[in-house]
């Protein structure tokens, strides 16, 4: 059981909201996915090989940034190394939230990113969702896939896999992993059409994004 900090009960109740309404909306086939957050001596994140409507605190992991289990009695999910990975090259990302939606997750088998077909691409922090290089799921060189995809962003697709969001919180991770396959669905309905996707300008795209700090939201 993670317990070594103020708010670890609350912080793994959270985790476990979190896992459990992105599985219910489909987000998480097979056990798929997985979720996390920065701690202070590295991260938790839920097990592998769990159903998510079953998991418990104590089913938590919490890993060094070396992957090492610093406590709980479960592995850490397959892809703990994509969240130790990330988490060592972006100080920012609080928090991560990792999905096999399935609209982002039939884009990222075409091996592109999602253009800025639509205003809401700002809040991935770019004017595009880039998609990594592929690798096996599970390895350092997915990884490093990532790390490099989500470069500048705040959210990629991984190659023939799935999508990653990173955010300042837990909320914030779960909101991006949530409206990036929502305008994947989008883009895919508009290349279902047939109609041609007329892409934001780089001068609309500064638009927008001084728009969402007039907001207060992040862009
Ligand atoms: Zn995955």
């Known amino acids: 059981m993670p317990r070594p900090w103020p708010g670890a009960a609350m912080t793994a109740e ?28 590295g991260f938790l994140i839920t097990p592998s090989g769990l159903p998510y409507a079953q998991l418990t605190p104590k089913e938590l992991v919490e890993c060094g ?14 892809e703990w190394r994509l969240h ?12 991560l939230v990792h999905t096999h939606s399935p609209h982002a997750t039939a884009l990222s088998c075409a091996r592109r990113p999602i253009p800025p077909f639509h205003y809401m691409i700002a809040m991935a922090g770019g004017d595009d969702i880039p998609c990594s290089d592929y690798a096996t ?4 060189e997915l990884a490093q896939a990532a790390v490099r995809a989500i470069e500048g962003r705040r959210a990629c697709l991984l190659a023939n896999h799935g999508v ?13 992993a949530r409206e990036v396959e929502n305008l ?9 059409s047939g109609l041609s996707p007329v892409l934001l300008t780089p001068d609309e795209m500064v638009a927008v994004k001084a728009q969402f700090r007039g907001y207060g939201r992040p862009a």
């Open 14 to 41: 959270a985790l476990i909201a979190t896992a459990q309404a992105l599985d219910g909306l489909g987000y998480m086939p097979s056990k798929s996915g997985n979720v996390s957050i920065r701690t202070e001596r």
């Open 65 to 78: 940034p070396d992957g090492g289990v610093l406590a709980g009695q479960r592995r850490p999910s397959s």
């Open 84 to 95: 130790a990975d990330i988490y060592a090259a972006r100080p920012d990302a609080q928090a």
């Open 137 to 140: 799921f599970g390895t350092p």
């Open 164 to 176: 990653v969001a990173i955010g300042s919180g837990l909320a914030a991770a779960d909101a991006l």
């Open 184 to 192: 994947a669905r989008e883009y895919l309905l508009l290349l279902a």
